[in-house]
């Protein structure tokens, strides 16, 4: 049993380039459900507009990254409205629905035998994405710590991808509080006290829609230029409810919550399958099959997290004294 | 009456024009702020609402009463855009607002509370208050980025909502969450928060259920206050004696239609009225105070 290895790889995970894209998606629902009180539950939707713009843009049509990002966040922005325009009139759990079959509809649309040509059907999108971003990586060799590893090109992912998320939570900070952010905090609260007090709440809940949509697709970006490969099969619903476990984790409207979260969740989630393959290699666990370690581990962090939520409902930074507040 | 030593030139004006007008449902008034003709809501077979044709004073506390059911707060919505009638119009300061947006109601300066009320929970009691005032630069989504453009704009909402916290003797409670205020305390945030938005007529569903009599009485001097400032009062109160005390007209309600209008004195005598409240045997008063108001002997209370 090699205890150093299972935190090491636990380590490199936790801050790694999965973790940088589930906490982009995760920032994202921490904007709609978090502050505004959304529920959108196809946030892998976005995910998937943004790694599919890339392998389409640069891959199928042989253009640039530079322009595909651009084109992504047009994609993003119309999927968000045409989820928005017809649900955010109407009651709360609308858009829920929604935006669950419309990530279904999206994943069975890029799978589909008739676009294959374009969007790659079950296989996906594979080849080499965002050769322009890895050209400007400065360093010259591998990452090698005791803990931390990383090749040359992840370490450039992962050092990028935390500095964009540090702009990011700087600007979602300035957001949430100002006079806009107390609106989209009292939309979810009490949507029709801010509408009797004067404000446009469709306008402000569309926002909030569109700008979490976006920061998902820029997670969707990652992932594709990260791994050169998209897949129908990666932007199944669990990507959204893990995005929504990290938020919970890490406490709900926390700016710092969803990076805070990401990180606990991969390293959780790392750590027992790595400790569960070497305890089974090192014969510990003989009614265990290597392949049983998928889901066991899902299982055990499961159970990790529903202790969490039992002994430490508001997450992380959560506040308990405000979460009481709900529950009247 | 108990609160006559104490009234303001608009109250004596409002009380003055009130005085010439005919005390009947659908009376026409001189300077109506708001006017509705033949507004009908119905919920499956039930007709709620049924209203043929209601004014309102302007600069006047007019008071919308009735039993429970009656339909007072099915009128609020339908007025302020909430919910849509199922025909009719009404005018607000002469503008037609049948089919236009609750938000933009309450810009144009029709404003209403809630009888349930709708406290922000989870934002503090000052939050509440910064969230009623219009027009703020800072509520533009790119503007936040910026925020020296709505700095001293903010710190201007903060010491209106300041103030207002101080007449409603919630100044302590600024900085709790919502959430954490009595019932009672609610009720006096949420009508503090409506007047954030500086309305011209200002519409109180049952604002003083459930808050203390000893802030009643200052309570009921700050609606007086509002109507002093040039406001137009209209508001639901089940509690006879402070109609009584501070309307200036009472248009009562009963099975969706307006059964009766005029001066509270007049209007609590009126016997249709009393049978709406009490139905057909009726041994109690509409007020405490009750003189005028017992229809049958052995009323005591
Ligand atoms: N959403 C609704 N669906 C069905 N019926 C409704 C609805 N809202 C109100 N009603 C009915 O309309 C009638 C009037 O209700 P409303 O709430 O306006 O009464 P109210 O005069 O405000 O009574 P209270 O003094 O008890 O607040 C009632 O009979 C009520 O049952
Ligand atoms: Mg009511």
Redesign the pocket.
Same mark, same amino acid.
């Given at each position: 049993m090699d205890l150093g290895f299972v935190f090491g790889q636990s380590i490199t995970q936790a801050i790694g380039v999965t973790a940088i894209i589930y906490c982009l998606a995760a920032m994202g629902v921490n904007m709609q459900f978090g502050y505004t009180g959304l529920l959108n539950f196809g946030q892998v939707a976005f995910v998937a507009v943004g790694a599919y713009s890339v392998g389409v843009i640069v891959v199928t049509l042989g253009l640039t990254l530079w322009l595909a990002i651009p084109i992504s966040i047009f994609a993003s922005v119309v999927l968000a409205l045409v989820l928005g325009i017809p649900t955010l009139r109407l009651r709360a759990d609308y858009l829920a629905i929604v935006t669950i079959a419309a990530s279904e509809i999206v994943r069975q649309l890029v799978r589909s035998i008739a676009l294959r040509d374009v969007l790659g059907g079950a296989n996906g999108i594979n080849g080499k994405m965002g050769q322009e971003f890895h050209d400007l990586n400065p360093f010259p060799a591998d990452f090698e710590l005791p803990f931390l590893t990383y090749t040359r090109q992840d370490l450039w992912v992962v050092i990028v991808g935390w500095a964009l998320i540090a702009v990011l939570t700087l600007l979602i900070w300035l957001l949430v509080r100002s006079p806009w952010g107390r609106v989209i905090k009292g939309i979810r609260e009490d949507e029709n006290a801010v509408v009797s007090l004067g404000k446009n709440t469709y306008v402000y809940k569309m926002q909030a829609l569109i700008l979490g949509g976006l920061l998902g697709t820029l997670g969707g970006v990652i992932w594709a230029v990260a791994k050169q490969s998209v897949q129908p099969d990666n932007f199944v619903p669990d990507v959204t409810f893990f995005a929504y476990t990290i938020v919970l984790l890490g406490g709900a409207a926390r700016v710092f919550g969803p990076i805070i979260g990401a990180i606990i969740f991969w390293f959780l989630l790392v750590f027992v399958g790595e400790f569960l393959n070497q305890a089974i290699q090192a014969g510990w666990l003989d009614f265990l099959e290597p392949t049983d370690i998928g889901p066991i581990r899902f299982i055990l962090v499961g159970i990790g997290l529903m202790s969490l939520m039992i002994f430490r409902p508001q997450g992380i930074f959560g506040d308990k004294k405000e979460l009481a507040l709900d529950g009247r | 009456m108990a609160a006559s030593d104490r009234l303001g030139p608009r109250a004596l004006e409002a009380q003055a024009v009130l005085g010439q007008v005919e005390n009947r449902p659908g009376v026409p008034k001189p300077d109506p702020i708001l006017v509705a003709d033949d507004v009908v809501r119905r919920?499956g077979g039930?007709a !709620?609402v049924d209203v043929e044709h209601v004014e309102v004073q302007r600069g006047s506390i007019t008071a919308l009463i009735?039993p429970?059911? !009656?339909?007072? @707060? @099915?009128v609020f919505n339908l007025l302020t855009g909430f919910d849509t009638p199922d025909s009719g119009d009404w005018t607000f300061n002469g503008r037609k607002l049948a089919g236009v947006a609750p938000y933009k109601v309450a810009r144009l300066g029709m404003v209403r509370t809630f009888?349930l009320t709708k406290a922000l929970s989870r934002l503090t009691v000052l939050d509440n208050m910064r969230l009623g005032a219009t027009s703020q630069r800072g509520e533009k989504i790119w503007a936040s980025w910026l925020p020296f453009l709505w700095r001293s704009q903010e710190e201007e909402i903060t010491t209106r909502a300041r103030g207002l916290l101080d007449r409603f003797s919630m100044l302590p409670k600024e900085a709790d969450f919502a959430g954490s205020l009595s019932g009672g305390q609610r009720k006096l945030l949420e009508m503090a928060r409506a007047l954030m938005v500086g309305p011209e007529l200002i519409m109180l569903d049952e604002p003083m259920a459930g808050v203390n009599p000893a802030l009643t009485q200052s309570l009921l001097q700050h609606i007086k206050g509002i109507r002093e400032e040039g406001a137009t009062v209209l508001f639901?109160e089940?509690d006879m004696d402070m109609v009584h005390d501070i309307s200036d007209w009472v248009i009562v309600?009963a099975q969706g239609r307006i059964i009766a209008e005029g001066p509270p004195g007049v209007v609590m005598k009126d016997p249709s009225v009393i049978d709406a409240y009490l139905g057909a045997h009726h041994t109690k008063a509409l007020t405490d105070s009750g003189e005028s108001l017992t229809t049958s002997p052995g009323g005591e209370q």
């Open positions: - | 919920f039930l !709620a009735g429970n059911g !009656a339909g007072k @707060t @099915t009888q639901v089940h309600m």
